[in-house]
């Protein structure tokens, strides 16, 4: 008799069926641990997963995921899945930035590390030279620089920038660029110490492995081989299910009840969920945090991708960034995922302009945008377009975050907190919820020990 046909007791309860739970799970498989992971959602991913859209029958993902060499966790986790040739590897970080009609590029072809990004910059036609110069001073200031002095200097990057000879030309096409979609937000709001940390992980540490990485597949696929490993594993199982309530007995979590009303029973509990809905379990669970927690709350940021589809090809780049008019970022989806069609995504980060606006309106603004973006689209008709809004995509960065990472929750003896919002020093990320996924396995083993 398994724990699949009888309900007894697991080994670890995990909340949650994104990054970080199913990191742990995994982690905790490996050690022949018997695991039950719930998931509220349909799709196990949780914030990075594909889906399929009714109105163009098409699987889109969430949101277009990008990632870094230093995103080292991330990377392991997809290479022990076997995934790591689903991950394409731009090398040497090599941007095709556009602006007035004409494409510039960040990162050179051939020579790797800060060289070859400063070489680029030498050359890069968006800026006039003496700005050009301006930009690698600020990337030189970060190299040498302490994180912590600098911030206590300027705490909000736009200070820190303009405190360190930037101005609106070297912002516009080189900072915000890097910064927006990476720390989803406006460099007005956001934490100095999050920008520098970005900016010497993405470009100044890793000298050997300087690459921007995005999945050839559609996100979901990556999770399936851990999805497969709980699925044929004889004593452990994804249930989905929310979980509504934590049983506490003598400082102890002894169950978890799901809206369902199923009570599972584990000796060791993590939850890998948001930090507001974690906030949620324990008001429904009835353990009481301290009333000034939820007025730290994180805040959040939202992304939108807009789809297009076209009949011909527009774009021949795998990725592109755009650095004037509306248009940050956009993607060619059939390029990276090798489909025999013409499906663009444009991602807009910090989208606080385009989240409540209406579908209709933002293909109109963006097909228009486009056209000056990518000539070809103009005599290209769109065959379909989906938007995707994810007004929660990532928290906030801002100079108040680090404290609301931090804060003291209830200490129960079998409950562990995960999610990449817990403290990893980390933007909301993959390598975040990989980092914070693992030390969370980490931890439970060393309590069952
Ligand atoms: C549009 C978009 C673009 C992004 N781009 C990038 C990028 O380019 N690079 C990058 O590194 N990161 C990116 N991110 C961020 C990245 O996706 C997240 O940082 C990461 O997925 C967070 O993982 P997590 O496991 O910590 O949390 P989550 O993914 O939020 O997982 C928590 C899970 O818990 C579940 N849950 C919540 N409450 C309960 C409950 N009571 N019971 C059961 N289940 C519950 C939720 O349904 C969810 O599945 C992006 C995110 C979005 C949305």
């Not at 986790?77 to 556009?98: A, E, M, T």
């Not at 169950?255 to 939850?271: M, P, R």
């Not at 817990?422 to 693992?438: C, D, F, L, Q």
Request: proline share 3%.
């Amino acid at each position: 008799m398994t724990h699949k046909d009888k309900k007894i007791k697991y080994d670890t309860l995990i909340i949650g069926g994104g990054i970080s739970g199913i990191t742990a799970c995994y982690s905790l498989l490996n050690k022949k641990k018997d695991v039950v992971l719930i998931e509220k959602s349909s799709h196990i991913g949780g914030r990075a997963f594909s889906f399929f859209d009714p109105s163009t029958k098409e699987i889109i993902d969430n949101g277009q995921h990008v990632i870094v060499g230093a995103c080292k966790n991330f990377i392991n986790l997809i290479s022990d899945l076997g995934l790591k040739n689903k991950i394409v590897n731009s090398k040497n970080f090599r941007v095709p930035v556009v602006a007035g009609g004409k494409t510039s590029y960040l990162g050179s072809r051939n020579i790797p590390s800060i060289v070859g990004l400063a070489w680029s910059i030498i050359s890069y036609s968006h800026l006039k030279k003496s700005d050009r110069f301006k930009v690698i001073f600020g990337l030189l200031k970060i190299l040498m620089s302490d994180i912590e002095k600098e911030t206590n200097k300027h705490k909000i990057f736009k200070d820190w920038l303009k405190g360190n000879k930037q101005n609106s030309s070297t912002i516009k096409y080189f900072w915000n660029i890097i910064i927006k979609p990476a720390l989803n937000d406006h460099i007005e709001k956001i934490d100095t110490k999050y920008a520098l940390f970005v900016i010497k992980k993405t470009f100044l540490q890793s000298q050997k492995n300087l690459f921007l990485g995005y999945p050839s597949v559609a996100l979901s696929d990556l999770w399936q081989p851990i999805e497969k490993k709980i699925s044929s594993s004889k004593s452990s199982t994804i249930k989905k299910g929310r979980v509504k309530k934590l049983i506490l007995e003598k400082n102890l979590i002894t169950a978890a009840e799901l809206s369902n009303g199923e009570v599972i029973q584990a000796n060791t509990f993590v939850t890998t969920i948001p930090q507001k809905d974690l906030f949620q379990l324990f008001k429904e669970s009835e353990i009481s945090i301290d009333s000034k927690l939820s007025k730290k709350e994180l805040n959040n940021s939202p992304i939108v991708g807009i789809h297009f589809w076209f009949d011909k090809l527009v774009m021949k780049e795998n990725y592109l960034a755009s650095a004037d008019g509306e248009t940050q970022w956009i993607f060619n989806v059939s390029k990276n995922h090798q489909e025999k069609n013409f499906h663009i995504v444009i991602s807009q980060s910090a989208a606080w302009n385009w989240i409540n606006q209406e579908k209709e309106d933002l293909k109109n603004i963006f097909l228009k945008e486009i056209t000056k973006i990518l000539p070809k689209s103009k005599h290209a008709k769109l065959l379909k377009y989906s938007i995707v809004k994810q007004p929660n995509a990532t928290f906030r960065c801002t100079p108040e975050s680090d404290e609301s990472r931090d804060i003291k929750l209830p200490s129960i003896e079998n409950l562990f907190i995960s999610g990449d919002w817990t403290k990893t020093r980390w933007p909301s990320t993959m390598e975040s919820a990989v980092i914070s996924g693992n030390k969370v396995a980490n931890t439970v083993l060393n309590y069952m020990s």
